[in-house]
């Protein structure tokens, strides 16, 4: 009776399909849109810092389309347009994308957070759920809409370089920002209107 041998199965994917996984071309489109909020929005911030930022978005995004490949895997394979996929086609297991997108999200979502603040990294990371689990799980199986909507996640990009929000803020930097708030003109037509009605006199009395 001879004894039946398994091997471990080799993965025979090759780094152009783990490139692929990142869906380049979707990429470079939020690396575009989170460029152009952060040229666009008011104030400034350090080059460097900016530099991490707009890497760490683009490694996030990647890191959003290998776990929306990984899930899709089986229903990629029966479509032409996306049955050539890594996944779909069989040159990259699914665990082995899902584990890519996971690390990649962990990776962009902390550096983006000691790089530049947490309030980054958490739409970051909110903009990774929303495209893996959100529209891919959700609106992409059950609504015919389903890309306009998920379309929201590459505008979190922009929202997430802002310079108020690329740019850690000392509590010293936030005091002045305190006391402005009490100066703008909403503030400032409120506190007159008190006055006003503290000064109007109320209604005469008509007992002598």
């Known amino acids: 009776m001879t ?13 152009e399909d783990f490139f692929q996984l990142l ?10 849109t989170a460029a152009t909020g952060l040229i666009v929005a008011p104030g400034s911030v350090n080059p460097l810092v900016a530099a991490i930022a707009i890497l760490c978005i683009a490694v996030g995004a990647g890191a959003a ?3 929306n490949m990984a899930l899709e895997g089986e229903t990629d394979a029966l479509m032409r347009r996306t049955r050539g996929r890594p996944v779909a086609a069989g040159r990259v297991r699914k ?22 603040n947490w309030l980054a990294a958490g ?5 990774i759920v929303y495209y893996a689990v959100f529209y891919t799980l959700l609106l992409k199986r059950r609504m015919t809409q389903n890309i306009v909507i998920g379309g929201a996640a590459g505008a979190f990009a922009a929202s997430s370089l802002r310079p108020q929000a690329a740019t850690p803020v000392s509590p010293s930097a936030a005091a002045p920002l ?16 008190i006055q006003n009605l503290r000064r109007t006199p109320g209604p005469a009395s008509d007992t002598p």
């Open 178 to 193: 305190s006391r402005n708030r009490r100066d703008n003109p909403l503030a400032l037509a409120r506190r007159s209107a």
């Open 123 to 127: 739409l970051l990371a909110m903009t």
């Open 23 to 32: 869906k380049p071309r979707v990429m470079s489109l939020v690396v575009f």
């Open 3 to 15: 004894e039946v041998q398994t091997r471990p199965v080799l993965s025979t994917a090759q780094p």
């Open 65 to 67: 389309g290998a776990l």
């Open 95 to 116: 665990n082995d994308a899902m584990a890519f997108g996971v690390i990649l999200s962990l990776f962009s979502v902390m550096l983006l957070g000691m790089n530049a």
